[in-house]
């Protein structure tokens, strides 16, 4: 008796493959940060009393600059991420997804980036 074994190769990831999982990712991801923020801004603290004194505090821990820089880097990659499948029913040329892609892409750098500058680098220390 014989058996016939069958090998199937797995496909290689492209970069369709990587922003689907990504969006998986960055979606999962921005539910306990997003609640996080919610529970902490909205019903503990209260939207009634932020104000310049409470961000300044907030930011004097290096915690929650870093906290706040994920929620925004996470949360715009989600977001960036859903336009280019939105554009993509637009553009259909491979060249034209291509550049689409690649400046979705750094706009996401670039934004959060200078997001996380911001907020990590740019706060200065209570005296």
Known sequence: MSTNVRTVNKPKPNFETTAWKWMRYSGFLLIPLVWGH?????????????????????????????YDALLLGFAFAHGVNGIRQVLNDIVHTPRSRSIMHWGLI??????????????????????
């Open 106 to 127: 750094l706009l996401w750098l670039v934004v959060t980036g200078l997001g996380a500058i911001a907020l990590v680098g740019g706060v200065r220390p209570i005296s």
């Open 38 to 66: 919610v529970l902490l801004q909205d019903l503990i603290v209260g939207v009634h009393a932020i104000d310049l004194d409470y961000v300044a505090l907030r930011w004097a821990s290096l915690g929650w600059r870093i």
